[in-house]
């Protein structure tokens, strides 16, 4: 069964920049990915989006800061995050969109600070 492991998170000021990673332990070249968010009280959303063939989306308000992107041959999808916002504070994970979902692991903390 796959497993996610979620890294590069951190205490940022905003305006900083960081690199997430999330490492899958088998294949998951045929599947869409996506990060995902969520702040306390807030509901889980999506940040951003990629598919198997490599098109990509993002939340509006993620739009010109963060880029997606994805080594198949290393199993692992990146979120480059620049130009943080306080707002951008939150858990980070990601999956697959659809169900069954992989196994979520431990997501990464991104804080950052005004």
């Known amino acids: 069964q796959v497993r996610l492991v979620e890294s590069g998170g951190g205490l940022v000021q905003a305006g900083g920049s960081l690199r997430l990673s999330c490492a899958a332990s088998g294949s998951i070249f045929s599947n869409a990915m996506y990060w995902y968010r969520q702040a306390p009280g807030k509901q889980r959303e999506v940040v951003a989006t990629?598919?198997?063939?490599?098109?990509?989306n993002y939340r509006d308000s993620v739009k010109g800061r963060f880029t997606i992107s994805r080594d198949n041959a290393k199993n692992t999808v990146y979120l480059q995050m620049n130009n943080l916002k306080p707002e951008d504070t939150a858990l980070y994970s990601c999956?697959?969109?659809?169900?069954?979902?992989?196994?979520w692991g431990q997501g990464t903390q991104v804080t950052v600070s005004s």
């Open positions: 999956n697959k969109p659809t169900y069954p979902r992989f196994p």
């Open positions: 990629i598919s198997s063939d490599g098109s990509t």
